[in-house]
Protein backbone atom coordinates (compact mmCIF):
# COMPACT_ATOMS: atom_id res chain seq x y z
CA UNK A 1 0.00 0.00 0.00
CA UNK A 2 1.55 3.43 -0.69
CA UNK A 3 -0.12 6.30 1.25
CA UNK A 4 0.83 9.99 -0.92
CA UNK A 5 0.28 13.10 0.97
CA UNK A 6 -0.06 16.51 -1.67
CA UNK A 7 0.25 18.82 1.44
CA UNK A 8 -1.26 21.58 -1.46
CA UNK A 9 -3.53 20.39 -3.23
CA UNK A 10 -6.08 21.52 -6.15
CA UNK A 11 -9.04 21.40 -8.14
CA UNK A 12 -7.56 21.81 -12.21
CA UNK A 13 -10.03 23.81 -14.14
CA UNK A 14 -9.37 23.43 -17.77
CA UNK A 15 -10.70 25.63 -20.29
CA UNK A 16 -10.08 24.50 -24.34
CA UNK A 17 -10.01 27.89 -26.11
CA UNK A 18 -9.73 28.71 -29.37
CA UNK A 19 -6.64 31.55 -28.89
CA UNK A 20 -6.01 33.85 -25.72
CA UNK A 21 -6.55 37.35 -26.62
CA UNK A 22 -5.14 39.27 -24.07
CA UNK A 23 -7.91 42.06 -22.40
CA UNK A 24 -10.49 40.43 -24.61
CA UNK A 25 -13.06 37.91 -23.17
CA UNK A 26 -12.52 34.27 -24.27
CA UNK A 27 -14.92 31.82 -24.89
CA UNK A 28 -14.12 28.72 -24.20
CA UNK A 29 -15.23 25.94 -26.30
CA UNK A 30 -14.85 23.34 -23.92
CA UNK A 31 -14.59 22.70 -19.77
CA UNK A 32 -12.51 20.01 -17.48
CA UNK A 33 -12.63 19.66 -14.11
CA UNK A 34 -10.00 17.33 -12.35
CA UNK A 35 -8.38 17.07 -9.06
CA UNK A 36 -4.98 18.15 -8.98
CA UNK A 37 -1.45 17.93 -6.84
CA UNK A 38 2.07 15.97 -7.55
CA UNK A 39 1.02 13.85 -4.58
CA UNK A 40 -2.95 12.97 -5.98
CA UNK A 41 -0.96 11.78 -9.48
CA UNK A 42 1.25 9.76 -7.52
CA UNK A 43 -1.87 8.21 -6.07
CA UNK A 44 -4.12 7.92 -9.64
CA UNK A 45 -0.84 6.08 -10.95
CA UNK A 46 -0.75 3.24 -8.49
CA UNK A 47 -4.28 3.09 -8.54
CA UNK A 48 -4.27 2.34 -12.25
CA UNK A 49 -2.23 -0.34 -12.00
CA UNK A 50 -3.65 -1.47 -9.84
CA UNK A 51 -2.27 -1.37 -7.01
CA UNK A 52 -3.85 -0.23 -2.71
CA UNK A 53 -3.33 3.69 -2.11
CA UNK A 54 -4.42 6.09 0.16
CA UNK A 55 -3.88 10.43 -0.69
CA UNK A 56 -3.82 12.46 2.23
CA UNK A 57 -5.30 15.66 1.37
CA UNK A 58 -5.89 18.96 3.42
CA UNK A 59 -9.25 20.09 2.25
CA UNK A 60 -11.37 22.82 2.31
CA UNK A 61 -14.47 24.58 1.32
CA UNK A 62 -16.25 23.47 -2.05
CA UNK A 63 -13.46 23.07 -3.80
CA UNK A 64 -11.51 20.53 -1.38
CA UNK A 65 -15.31 18.42 -1.43
CA UNK A 66 -15.15 18.54 -5.24
CA UNK A 67 -11.73 17.15 -5.04
CA UNK A 68 -12.62 14.61 -2.97
CA UNK A 69 -15.62 13.48 -4.53
CA UNK A 70 -13.54 13.15 -8.41
CA UNK A 71 -11.23 11.06 -6.75
CA UNK A 72 -13.73 8.86 -4.83
CA UNK A 73 -15.46 8.46 -8.33
CA UNK A 74 -12.12 7.06 -9.50
CA UNK A 75 -11.92 5.06 -7.16
CA UNK A 76 -9.13 6.69 -4.79
CA UNK A 77 -9.38 6.28 -0.95
CA UNK A 78 -9.18 9.54 0.54
CA UNK A 79 -7.61 11.24 3.96
CA UNK A 80 -9.03 14.62 4.52
CA UNK A 81 -7.22 16.46 6.45
CA UNK A 82 -9.98 19.42 6.80
CA UNK A 83 -8.64 23.07 6.97
CA UNK A 84 -10.51 26.25 7.14
CA UNK A 85 -9.37 27.78 3.96
CA UNK A 86 -10.92 27.11 0.66
CA UNK A 87 -8.60 24.22 -0.87
CA UNK A 88 -6.86 26.16 -4.54
CA UNK A 89 -8.15 26.31 -7.67
CA UNK A 90 -6.12 26.10 -10.74
CA UNK A 91 -6.52 27.43 -14.04
CA UNK A 92 -5.11 25.91 -17.29
CA UNK A 93 -5.89 27.24 -20.79
CA UNK A 94 -5.46 25.16 -23.34
CA UNK A 95 -5.17 26.83 -26.91
CA UNK A 96 -6.56 24.92 -29.94
CA UNK A 97 -2.12 25.39 -31.71
CA UNK A 98 -1.34 23.04 -28.30
CA UNK A 99 0.22 26.36 -25.84
CA UNK A 100 -0.79 25.70 -22.74
CA UNK A 101 -0.97 28.85 -20.14
CA UNK A 102 -1.52 28.02 -16.44
CA UNK A 103 -2.45 30.07 -13.32
CA UNK A 104 -1.66 28.37 -10.13
CA UNK A 105 -3.20 29.81 -6.94
CA UNK A 106 -1.07 30.12 -3.91
CA UNK A 107 -3.29 28.10 -1.61
CA UNK A 108 -4.82 28.56 1.76
CA UNK A 109 -2.21 28.84 4.48
CA UNK A 110 -2.44 25.90 7.00
CA UNK A 111 -2.53 27.20 10.98
CA UNK A 112 -0.37 24.89 13.32
CA UNK A 113 -3.42 22.99 14.51
CA UNK A 114 -3.54 22.11 10.77
CA UNK A 115 -0.11 21.09 10.19
CA UNK A 116 -0.23 19.03 13.45
CA UNK A 117 -3.40 17.48 12.08
CA UNK A 118 -2.06 16.86 8.77
CA UNK A 119 1.28 14.73 10.40
CA UNK A 120 -1.01 12.99 12.13
CA UNK A 121 -3.56 11.54 10.07
CA UNK A 122 -0.43 10.39 7.66
CA UNK A 123 1.07 8.92 10.77
CA UNK A 124 -2.48 7.35 11.22
CA UNK A 125 -2.82 5.94 7.63
CA UNK A 126 1.03 4.65 7.01
CA UNK A 127 0.57 1.89 9.59
CA UNK A 128 2.12 -0.89 7.75
CA UNK A 129 2.57 1.31 4.42
CA UNK A 130 4.76 -0.02 1.77
CA UNK A 131 6.19 3.70 1.23
CA UNK A 132 5.02 7.21 1.75
CA UNK A 133 5.30 9.58 -1.25
CA UNK A 134 5.43 12.94 -0.38
CA UNK A 135 4.86 15.35 -3.65
CA UNK A 136 4.74 18.92 -4.62
CA UNK A 137 5.33 22.30 -3.09
CA UNK A 138 4.60 23.48 0.53
CA UNK A 139 1.75 25.45 1.11
CA UNK A 140 1.63 28.87 3.09
CA UNK A 141 2.44 27.94 6.41
CA UNK A 142 4.19 25.43 6.39
CA UNK A 143 8.25 26.14 7.15
CA UNK A 144 10.40 24.64 4.95
CA UNK A 145 11.62 22.02 7.17
CA UNK A 146 8.21 20.34 7.01
CA UNK A 147 9.05 17.13 4.95
CA UNK A 148 12.26 16.98 6.80
CA UNK A 149 9.59 16.13 9.83
CA UNK A 150 7.70 13.96 8.07
CA UNK A 151 10.68 11.58 6.77
CA UNK A 152 12.02 11.58 10.61
CA UNK A 153 8.67 10.44 11.69
CA UNK A 154 7.65 7.69 8.61
CA UNK A 155 11.67 6.21 9.94
CA UNK A 156 10.83 6.52 13.27
CA UNK A 157 7.72 4.35 12.80
CA UNK A 158 9.47 2.30 10.01
CA UNK A 159 8.18 2.88 6.52
CA UNK A 160 10.12 4.20 3.70
CA UNK A 161 9.39 8.01 2.13
CA UNK A 162 10.06 9.13 -0.91
CA UNK A 163 10.35 12.86 -1.57
CA UNK A 164 9.86 14.82 -5.14
CA UNK A 165 10.04 18.43 -4.31
CA UNK A 166 12.16 21.46 -5.09
CA UNK A 167 14.14 24.07 -3.53
CA UNK A 168 14.60 24.50 0.50
CA UNK A 169 11.92 22.12 1.28
CA UNK A 170 13.92 19.17 -0.91
CA UNK A 171 17.46 20.54 0.60
CA UNK A 172 16.24 20.62 4.17
CA UNK A 173 15.18 17.11 3.86
CA UNK A 174 18.00 15.59 2.82
CA UNK A 175 19.50 15.62 5.75
CA UNK A 176 17.15 13.30 7.16
CA UNK A 177 17.62 10.73 5.05
CA UNK A 178 14.93 10.08 2.93
CA UNK A 179 15.03 6.71 0.93
CA UNK A 180 14.34 8.08 -2.55
CA UNK A 181 14.00 11.90 -3.77
CA UNK A 182 12.84 12.07 -7.74
CA UNK A 183 13.82 15.28 -8.99
CA UNK A 184 14.14 16.50 -12.40
CA UNK A 185 16.91 17.73 -14.14
CA UNK A 186 15.58 21.07 -13.48
CA UNK A 187 14.99 19.99 -9.71
CA UNK A 188 18.49 18.69 -9.61
CA UNK A 189 20.10 21.70 -11.34
CA UNK A 190 18.70 23.87 -8.45
CA UNK A 191 19.38 21.30 -5.45
CA UNK A 192 23.27 21.45 -6.28
CA UNK A 193 22.95 25.23 -7.67
CA UNK A 194 25.22 24.38 -10.99
CA UNK A 195 24.08 23.81 -14.64
CA UNK A 196 23.39 19.75 -16.14
CA UNK A 197 24.39 19.51 -19.86
CA UNK A 198 25.31 15.76 -19.94
CA UNK A 199 23.82 12.89 -18.54
CA UNK A 200 27.53 12.91 -16.33
CA UNK A 201 26.48 15.88 -15.20
CA UNK A 202 23.53 14.81 -13.67
CA UNK A 203 25.22 11.95 -12.25
CA UNK A 204 27.73 13.96 -10.14
CA UNK A 205 24.30 16.18 -8.75
CA UNK A 206 22.98 12.69 -8.16
CA UNK A 207 25.66 11.75 -6.05
CA UNK A 208 26.06 14.24 -4.51
CA UNK A 209 22.42 14.60 -3.36
CA UNK A 210 23.52 11.58 -1.68
CA UNK A 211 26.05 12.89 -0.06
CA UNK A 212 23.94 15.52 1.68
CA UNK A 213 21.91 12.46 2.64
CA UNK A 214 19.44 11.00 0.19
CA UNK A 215 19.96 7.13 0.26
CA UNK A 216 18.48 6.82 -3.38
CA UNK A 217 18.25 9.63 -6.36
CA UNK A 218 15.63 8.82 -9.04
CA UNK A 219 16.69 11.90 -11.75
CA UNK A 220 14.46 12.16 -14.62
CA UNK A 221 15.52 13.57 -16.80
CA UNK A 222 13.10 13.95 -19.63
CA UNK A 223 13.45 12.55 -22.76
CA UNK A 224 16.85 11.04 -22.32
CA UNK A 225 15.78 8.43 -19.82
CA UNK A 226 16.46 8.43 -15.95
CA UNK A 227 19.28 7.80 -13.37
CA UNK A 228 18.78 5.93 -10.49
CA UNK A 229 21.68 6.44 -7.86
CA UNK A 230 21.80 4.47 -4.44
CA UNK A 231 24.46 2.87 -2.24
CA UNK A 232 24.67 -0.32 -4.84
CA UNK A 233 25.71 1.78 -7.98
CA UNK A 234 24.01 4.06 -10.65
CA UNK A 235 22.07 2.62 -13.45
CA UNK A 236 20.93 4.72 -16.29
CA UNK A 237 17.03 3.79 -17.94
CA UNK A 238 15.62 5.18 -21.50
CA UNK A 239 12.78 3.60 -23.71
CA UNK A 240 11.81 3.89 -27.24
CA UNK A 241 8.89 5.92 -27.28
CA UNK A 242 6.61 6.12 -31.06
CA UNK A 243 4.71 9.74 -30.46
CA UNK A 244 4.64 11.81 -27.24
CA UNK A 245 1.39 13.08 -26.75
CA UNK A 246 1.62 14.70 -23.49
CA UNK A 247 4.84 14.52 -20.35
CA UNK A 248 2.24 16.65 -17.88
CA UNK A 249 2.46 13.83 -14.78
CA UNK A 250 4.97 11.42 -16.15
CA UNK A 251 7.22 12.37 -13.28
CA UNK A 252 4.79 11.34 -11.01
CA UNK A 253 4.10 8.26 -13.40
CA UNK A 254 7.47 7.39 -12.93
CA UNK A 255 7.62 7.65 -9.10
CA UNK A 256 4.47 5.59 -8.98
CA UNK A 257 5.93 3.03 -11.48
CA UNK A 258 9.71 2.92 -9.03
CA UNK A 259 7.24 2.68 -5.87
CA UNK A 260 5.09 -0.03 -6.77
CA UNK A 261 8.61 -2.24 -8.07
CA UNK A 262 9.43 -2.22 -4.41
CA UNK A 263 11.18 1.22 -5.15
CA UNK A 264 14.78 -0.05 -4.93
CA UNK A 265 17.39 -1.35 -7.52
CA UNK A 266 17.66 -1.47 -11.22
CA UNK A 267 14.66 -3.73 -11.49
CA UNK A 268 12.56 -0.31 -9.94
CA UNK A 269 14.57 1.74 -12.24
CA UNK A 270 12.89 -0.15 -15.52
CA UNK A 271 9.68 -0.07 -14.27
CA UNK A 272 10.05 3.98 -13.24
CA UNK A 273 10.58 4.01 -16.98
CA UNK A 274 7.97 2.18 -18.41
CA UNK A 275 5.51 4.07 -16.74
CA UNK A 276 7.08 7.39 -17.91
CA UNK A 277 7.30 6.47 -21.28
CA UNK A 278 3.92 4.96 -21.62
CA UNK A 279 2.58 8.61 -19.79
CA UNK A 280 4.23 10.54 -22.25
CA UNK A 281 2.07 8.33 -25.37
CA UNK A 282 -1.34 9.08 -23.42
CA UNK A 283 -3.37 12.58 -23.51
CA UNK A 284 -3.01 15.07 -20.83
CA UNK A 285 -2.30 13.69 -17.22
CA UNK A 286 -3.93 10.01 -17.89
CA UNK A 287 -2.15 7.63 -16.11
CA UNK A 288 -0.74 4.62 -17.37
CA UNK A 289 -2.44 0.69 -16.76
CA UNK A 290 -0.56 -2.31 -17.19
CA UNK A 291 -1.88 -2.92 -20.81
CA UNK A 292 -0.10 0.61 -21.85
CA UNK A 293 3.52 -0.86 -20.83
CA UNK A 294 6.07 -2.18 -23.12
CA UNK A 295 8.65 -3.35 -20.73
CA UNK A 296 10.66 -4.13 -23.55
CA UNK A 297 10.94 -1.14 -24.94
CA UNK A 298 13.19 -0.54 -21.93
CA UNK A 299 16.88 -0.88 -21.14
CA UNK A 300 18.57 -0.70 -17.80
CA UNK A 301 22.46 -0.11 -18.07
CA UNK A 302 24.98 0.22 -15.39
CA UNK A 303 26.92 1.49 -17.51
CA UNK A 304 26.06 5.43 -17.22
CA UNK A 305 26.77 7.31 -20.52
CA UNK A 306 28.20 10.04 -19.14
CA UNK A 307 28.85 11.88 -22.04
CA UNK A 308 26.08 12.11 -23.87
CA UNK A 309 24.93 15.84 -23.99
CA UNK A 310 21.22 16.43 -22.39
CA UNK A 311 18.32 16.75 -24.88
CA UNK A 312 17.53 19.64 -22.55
CA UNK A 313 20.34 20.91 -20.78
CA UNK A 314 19.54 22.97 -18.00
CA UNK A 315 21.52 26.78 -18.27
N1 LIG B 1 9.79 13.77 -24.45
C1 LIG B 1 9.88 12.57 -23.84
N2 LIG B 1 10.17 11.46 -24.56
C2 LIG B 1 10.28 10.26 -23.97
N3 LIG B 1 10.11 10.04 -22.65
C3 LIG B 1 9.83 11.10 -21.89
C4 LIG B 1 9.69 12.41 -22.43
N4 LIG B 1 9.39 13.26 -21.42
C5 LIG B 1 9.34 12.50 -20.29
N5 LIG B 1 9.61 11.21 -20.57
C6 LIG B 1 9.64 10.09 -19.61
O1 LIG B 1 9.00 10.47 -18.40
C7 LIG B 1 9.94 10.61 -17.33
C8 LIG B 1 9.58 11.78 -16.43
O2 LIG B 1 9.64 12.98 -17.16
P1 LIG B 1 10.26 14.34 -16.59
O3 LIG B 1 11.70 14.15 -16.30
O4 LIG B 1 9.87 15.39 -17.56
O5 LIG B 1 9.49 14.46 -15.21
P2 LIG B 1 8.93 15.72 -14.39
O6 LIG B 1 9.52 16.99 -14.91
O7 LIG B 1 9.12 15.41 -12.96
O8 LIG B 1 7.37 15.66 -14.75
P3 LIG B 1 6.08 16.06 -13.85
O9 LIG B 1 6.57 16.67 -12.58
O10 LIG B 1 5.29 16.98 -14.73
O11 LIG B 1 5.33 14.79 -13.61
C9 LIG B 1 11.29 10.74 -18.04
O12 LIG B 1 12.37 10.38 -17.22
C10 LIG B 1 11.10 9.79 -19.21
O13 LIG B 1 11.21 8.45 -18.78
MG1 LIG C 1 8.10 16.27 -11.30
Excluded at 47 to 67: F, K, N, Q
Excluded at 140 to 160: E, F, I, K, Q
Aim: net charge negative; hydrophobic share 45%; aromatic share 2%.
Amino acid sequence: MIVTVTPNPSLDRTYEVPALDHGEVVRATGERVDPGGKGVNVSRAVAAAGRRTVAVLPLGGAPGALVADLLHAQGIEVAPVPVAGATRSNIALAESDGVLTKINAPGPELSAEEQEALLETVRRRSRGADWIACCGSLPRGLAPSWYADLVARAHAAGVRIALDTSGPALTAALREGPDVVKPNAEELAGAVGRPLATVGDALKAAEELRGLGARAVLASLGADGQLLVDGAGAWFGSARVRAVRSNVGAGDSSLAGFLIADGTGPDALASAVAHGAAAVQLPGSVMPTPDDLDPAAVVVTAEVPVDRPLTEPVP
